[in-house]
């Protein structure tokens, strides 16, 4: 992340390349229009499940082979896959047997986000096309490791930010890059996670029948097996992801960074908490609110679980520039701007912009994406530099909160300003026998 990000710049908000959107699938590349692409997926049992799903839509796409560490989900989902394509998958519990396999064309990696890099990685050795769930790296260290490793092996990697896809987004950057909205000093992300309950806490037990726990761990610390740490609860915990923060905000971030065509702050600073279920199960804060500076202008990050908010019409996620002559606001429905009627920057003839609707398609379109990429080489509309950039920038605003003290990030130096206890926080500390890969 250079404060010189010309390059960087050039790739992901030049909306030139917002043509790729729409994949022809017809283009002769690398594999051939017509070829079959054969898929592998490892982490079944959420989204990655959903990404296949989405795959599968597509012609001449087959899934020859899925992995999982829970024997139960692997032979629910060979069963749903069957259904659905007329043809069970291999099944593996290891992720290294599968891609020991010569027929697989591409991974998709839909496992929890400690399980990003390794499996990417070494998908990548193995001469695969890559297609990973965000945020694509679990730290600082992974994502920059990530990004060397998509160089080196001169892969299509495609991360599961699918608004980069999703035309409707695209539409309001453009919008904004206009200059439409006079100069923005504000811009705001939210989630507000109304539908997430308290996680009550519960005692530690034994892994499940057909669970192999210590490859789930993986490079992280042992711990007693404990329901809330493994399906779909892994999410709330430091050891395996950072919350909500890296959920939804690699998706938000992305395009507040995008719209406004700058990527690096000056500094960071986060507060928030416990605060909806101080004494349930959760260690990521369930209240946070990031400030990023960037001098002229200041990125804010606000998420809460457990209520649905109201801001912007009732928005429970979205993205809000706002501007001298009006505030346009984004979410997965659509965009729309807002008139300044009243205030001191209010410009004269300039009115409400009514919503523009989304497809509703952003997935399979970003799906459809990669797969024209396999087949083109051309780069996805999510590459790695993209996805890692954000991942990067989501991690800062946690590193921040769990300090409880403002940051200051050196560009040149690719780390934090005068703090070893924060530059401590970016890297990967992995449990043996597990390394972070050698590129």
Partial sequence: MTNDRRTFIKQT???????????????????????????GLIGCNSQGFVDLQAFLKLPNVVCAAICDVDQNVLNKRASEIEKLTG????????????????????????????????????????????????PVGYTIEECNLMVKATKRYNKVVQVGQWQRSDPHWLDAVKYIQAG??????????????GW??????????????????DLWLGPRPVHPFNKNRFHATWRWYWDYAGGVMTDWGVHLL???????????????????????????????????????????????????????????????????FVGEYGTLVVDRGGWEVMAETKSTSAKAGFVDLPLQKGTG?????????????????????????????????????????????????DSKKQEFKNDPEANAMTKASYRAPWSLPKV
């Fill in 254 to 320: 992305d395009y507040a960074l995008f719209g406004m065509n700058q990527y690096v702050p000056k500094s960071i600073s986060s507060s928030g908490g416990k605060y909806a279920f101080p004494t349930d199960a959760m260690e990521t804060p369930d209240t946070l609110m990031a400030v990023y500076d960037f001098g002229d202008f200041g990125i804010l990050w606000d998420h809460t679980i457990g209520i649905d908010g109201a801001q912007f019409k009732r928005r429970p996620h979205g993205v809000a």
């Fill in 196 to 213: 997430k309950r308290s996680i009550p806490v519960v005692p530690d037990e034994s892994a499940p029948a057909g669970v192999d726990y």
């Fill in 87 to 134: 043809k069970k998958p291999a099944l593996f519990g290891d992720f290294r047997k599968l891609l020991e396999q010569k027929d697989i064309d591409a991974i998709i990696v839909g496992t929890p986000d400690h399980w990003h890099c390794i499996p990417m990685i070494s998908a990548m050795e193995a001469g695969k096309d890559v297609y990973c769930e965000k």
């Fill in 361 to 409: 398609k952003g997935l399979d379109l970003h799906v459809a994406n990669f797969i024209d990429c396999i087949k083109t080489r051309n780069k996805p509309n999510c590459d790695i530099e993209t996805g890692a950039h954000i991942a990067r920038f989501a991690q800062m605003g946690n590193i921040a909160y769990r300090l409880g003290r403002k940051l200051n990030w």
């Fill in 13 to 39: 908000a030049t909306l030139a390349a917002a043509v790729g959107v729409f994949p022809t699938l017809m283009n002769a590349g690398c594999v051939g229009a017509n070829e079959r692409i054969t898929v």
């Fill in 180 to 193: 439409n909205l006079g100069r923005v000093r504000s811009v705001r992300a939210w989630s507000y996670v």
